[in-house]
């Protein structure tokens, strides 16, 4: 199969991480739906794995809060046709950031109960850098919405080892009129500590809400009403893992406006605006990398990643040949001249039989005659009954059975 050149590749990459579908991209570079699939499941998967090594994470401050999708078909869709809820419906993934760098360290999949927002913050705390005896170099402090399950798990996670603070948005159904609004109306929101001291400045959650809006701009998978979405769990995973690494090492935001209090320009001694100040890469100021990454770095982390893969792959497959090999495979010269159990292997009739050791046709693998193996079969050692029986059904699936003078009943074949 011929494989596409390294810059096609590269764009398309590129193109799957600043939202565009896989049918648009299958007709922007003229090649095969599932070569770009193949790319994507081969990046994300990559994605994947990179986000899970993230450890040691230097992060006082985090925001988290999840984000609506769905996977299949809509949840109502999935209800009205009598659908498995397995995998299908509504998904909701959390995020993690931090609140200094921006940084999206952390991802979880599941529902709004309190199991999986438990499981996404062992996930978070499992990533920050801990002392020798276990607590944390960096006392976190956490900051959520209003959701019930946060407050249980982060107190079963963190317990006393963390601040908890809750964004609680209010909302209305009358209006200013007093008519009953169609649909709820913000109208503020209050600042609770939950538990821990903090500062109210620092409660509130405009950055994680601010990278959920990138993830559904980046990301043609998170759009409320598409038929761009994931048909499978799997692939979701993946384009979700595959956002993160691509806006913390490849996207480099705008410079930022020096402002007073008041958001108007700082001016210096002539009255002339302050320069702009040039901003980093989240991983960079993070300290995970000193240069910005393009699409290049992350096919060639792909690369890596697959061709490591593989790797294993086919040493697994070895060993798995040689384990198997070794099971199905006549004894050699360092084999236990008496073993309790024997199999004979006849290669005119195609049929094995197990015996013990004692039976006078086995007769410690040297058969009636006492010369061993003969033209028409041969003896196998075995240490155990159960290694014999793999054996006698691996060499012949069919045409296998126990001597009925030693193991078996004239009355019963078989091995029951």
């Given amino acids: 199969m011929a494989k596409l050149d390294r810059r096609t590749r590269r764009q398309i990459l590129a193109s799957l991480c600043e939202g565009v579908s896989i049918r648009a991209c299958e007709r922007i570079f003229g090649v095969e739906q599932n070569t770009v699939a193949k790319l994507l499941d081969d990046a994300g998967d990559m994605a994947i794995s990179f986000m899970k090594r993230a450890k040691n994470l230097q992060i006082e401050y985090v925001q988290a809060d999840e984000l609506y999708s769905f996977v299949g078909a809509k ?38 109960s309190t199991p999986h927002a438990e499981a996404f913050m062992r996930s978070v705390a499992g990533k920050l850098d801990r002392n020798d005896d276990g607590s944390f170099r960096l006392r976190p402090t956490i900051v959520t919405d209003g959701l019930a399950a946060y407050q249980e ?10 601040n908890h603070g809750v964004y609680l948005n209010r909302y209305t159904t009358v209006g200013k009129d007093g008519r009953k609004l169609v649909r709820k109306q913000y109208v503020g929101a209050d600042r609770v500590v939950q538990s821990g001291t903090i500062d109210d400045a620092f409660i509130h959650t405009a950055y994680i809400e601010r990278q959920n809006l990138n993830v559904r701009m980046r990301n043609r998978r998170f759009g409320r009403r598409t038929n761009a979405f994931s ?24 410079p930022r406006r020096q402002l007073d209090e008041h958001g108007k320009p700082l001016l210096d001694d002539e009255g002339n605006p302050l320069p702009w100040i040039k901003r980093l890469t989240p991983a960079m100021e993070a300290g995970l990398t000193d ?57 005119l009739h195609h049929t094995t039989k197990i015996h013990a050791s004692a039976c006078k046709n086995c007769n410690d693998g040297q058969g009636k ?19 014999a029986k793999a054996l006698a059904e691996g060499l012949q699936p069919d045409r296998h059975s126990t ?3 030693c193991l078996g009943s004239y009355r019963k074949r078989g091995y029951h």
């Fill in 75 to 112: 949840q109502a869709t999935v209800k009205r046709k009598g659908q498995s809820t397995e995998g299908t419906g509504t998904i909701w993934s959390y995020l993690a950031v931090c609140a200094k760098t921006k940084l999206i360290f952390d991802y979880h999949l599941g529902d709004r």
């Fill in 153 to 162: 798990a982060v107190s079963t996670v963190f317990g006393d080892d963390a």
């Fill in 231 to 254: 048909k499978s769990m799997e692939e979701h995973e993946r384009q979700l893992a595959l956002s993160p690494v691509y806006m913390n090492y490849c996207i480099l935001p705008t």
């Fill in 369 to 387: 005659g006492g010369k061993g193996g003969t033209k028409s079969g041969r003896w196998l050692a075995c240490e155990s009954l159960d290694r």
């Fill in 291 to 347: 240069e910005l990454w393009d699409a290049d770095d992350l096919l060639e982390l792909t690369d890596s990643f697959t061709a490591e893969r593989r790797r294993q792959e086919r040493e697994a497959k070895k060993a798995a040949k040689a384990q198997l090999a070794a099971l199905f495979s006549k004894p050699n010269e360092d084999a236990p001249v008496r073993a309790p159990f024997w199999v004979y292997e006849s290669t």
């Fill in 403 to 405: 001597c009925n003078m």
